[in-house]
């Protein structure tokens, strides 16, 4: 299960009243102005690792990201219907952060572990590898 309804929504992130919506989102691509705000739902599978959140990066925490769901995020003209706001109790939000924590792979985690399985040493231009300076390391900008 990968936690996303593989659709796209608009939650009025970009939105302010005096400029309007920052990001087109998917308008971008299909020129539909249903589509304009509305950008692809995230899997939630690790997301307490995944801050900051949104699609560019406004919201801090996940605690942030509770509260801009709560207040049925930004009003805006193409708002989605779901985004409405809800009164979550203290207790509540404590229970869906609790539960966001709990779809994060343990392993991942510990940083040393991630490196140790995904990342191989990669040579940057100005450091030592060994005994030899690096120049150069292909795919690393000039």
């Known amino acids: ?20 919506m920052a990001d087109s989102g ?3 691509a299909t020129g539909r102005s249903f589509d304009r705000g509305r950008f692809a739902t995230p899997s939630l599978l690790n997301v307490a690792l995944t ?4 699609h560019d990066g406004s919201l801090a925490t996940l605690d942030d ?3 801009f769901y709560s ?14 706001p809800r009164e979550f109790t203290a207790e509540e939000r404590s229970d869906l952060k609790a539960f966001l924590e709990t779809l994060t792979t343990a392993w991942l985690r510990d940083s040393v572990a991630v490196r140790a399985r995904f990342m191989l040493p990669v040579p940057v231009p100005g450091t030592c590898l060994g005994p030899k ?3 150069s390391s292909p795919g690393y900008p000039k």
């Open 65 to 67: 990201v509770i509260e």
């Open 71 to 84: 207040r049925g995020g930004n009003p805006n003209p193409g708002l989605d219907a779901v985004m409405v």
């Open 26 to 28: 998917r308008y971008e």
């Open 51 to 54: 801050a900051p959140y949104m």
């Open 1 to 20: 299960m990968l936690f996303r309804d593989s659709n796209f929504h608009n939650l009025g992130v970009g939105f302010s009243p005096e400029s309007g």
């Open 133 to 135: 300076r690096v120049t």
